[in-house]
């Protein structure tokens, strides 16, 4: 009888959870988006921003809680599995419901930019000097890359025509010049017309005082669905967890699909809404954005308190997944300039062929 109250409790949990989920990031896309248009930000840059670390946040606080008790395969497994679900699931989804144009310019370099950071992870969860895990050294330097890819969009945008290049970003991070542009040397000189308008900025404030109320509602806003998103996906997870554990499924297999789906809901919510209004740059901008900020800060910023070691094969064939599923998707993005319905189909039947690649193998291994 209390075992089946127990069942009971966690699956309202599991239930509770995703109503906050899918309502959090409803709100979050729309307040987000309304606060865009009042900056004059684009679509884009909104997604790769703003919106990718709110839905990043449930990964985030699901690998630190995970490390933070010794279970690495579960985070590590959360992180890369929701990476993987987002390329795929979410964008073929997103492109079933309507086809996704993309931009051509800046999600050619901000793609690149994604599976660099995939490389750099792989070399470093393969470092024979620290196998299996991340030291703090390599921790910061995720973190590092980062704030380097947060400051180009913003500094980048402005300052010159070639800052859509891959090649200016790789510059821009080894040489460490983001750390110049956030101390505000870098920021490009204001044009007149940002001169005019920085001169009568004080004049339309007291004639607009309900423009920044609206302003401060829709901020408050994206701070609540942030909350409530973050709050929903600890639920799910640990709803989903309980459930999974009672049938003897391994950690690995556990974060790479039930907990991994369970915290990309958000971007699964934001991928419907965002194809159905037709957002398709702002879908795939939350997507890239998301993954850089998943991987570097779910797993540098967690990495820098433990140093809890993933199994050798989990990790090596997880990351292989992710790699093949990137290239696949850089290749789906660049035909064209647009993901079609076909392209999701396929998109979506690749993240089932992975699952039960993942799945079979890894509970060989356990068995």
Known sequence: MMQMLDMFLNLGTFLVG????????????????????????????????????????????????????????????????????????IVGIGAIVAPLATNHIVLDRDTKIMILMFVLIAVMMLNPLAFGFISIIESIILLLFMIAYLSFLYWGRDECDTCYQFSIFVDFFIKMRFLTAIRGKAAPPPTSKQAQEARGKGSEEEEEPASLLKLKKE?????????????????????????????????????????????????LSVSINSARHGFGRLLIGNVVGSNIINIAMGLGFAY?????????????????????VSIVFYYFIREDWRVTRVEGIILVMLYLVVQVILIGSIQAVII
Do not use: C
Not at 60 to 70: R, T
Not at 309 to 319: I, P
């Open 304 to 324: 820098i308190f433990t140093t809890a070691t993933v199994q050798t094969f989990s990790a090596v064939l997880q990351l292989s997944l992710l790699l093949i």
């Open 18 to 89: 995703l109503a906050l989920l899918v309502k959090g990031s409803d709100y979050l896309i729309q307040s987000a988006t309304d606060i865009a248009k009042q900056f004059n930000v684009s679509d884009l840059l909104i997604g790769l921003t703003i919106v990718a670390i709110g839905t990043s946040l449930p990964e985030v606080l699901a690998s630190l809680v995970a490390l933070f008790f010794g279970r690495a395969d579960l985070a590590f497994s959360n992180v890369i599995g929701s990476s993987l679900a987002n390329l795929t699931l």
């Open 219 to 267: 901020l408050a806003i994206v701070v609540v669905s942030g909350i409530a998103v973050a709050i929903g996906a600890q639920w799910v997870v640990a709803g989903a967890e309980y459930i999974s554990l009672n049938f003897g499924i391994g950690e690995s297999v556990i974060g790479f699909t039930i907990i991994s789906i369970g915290t990309s809901l958000p971007e």
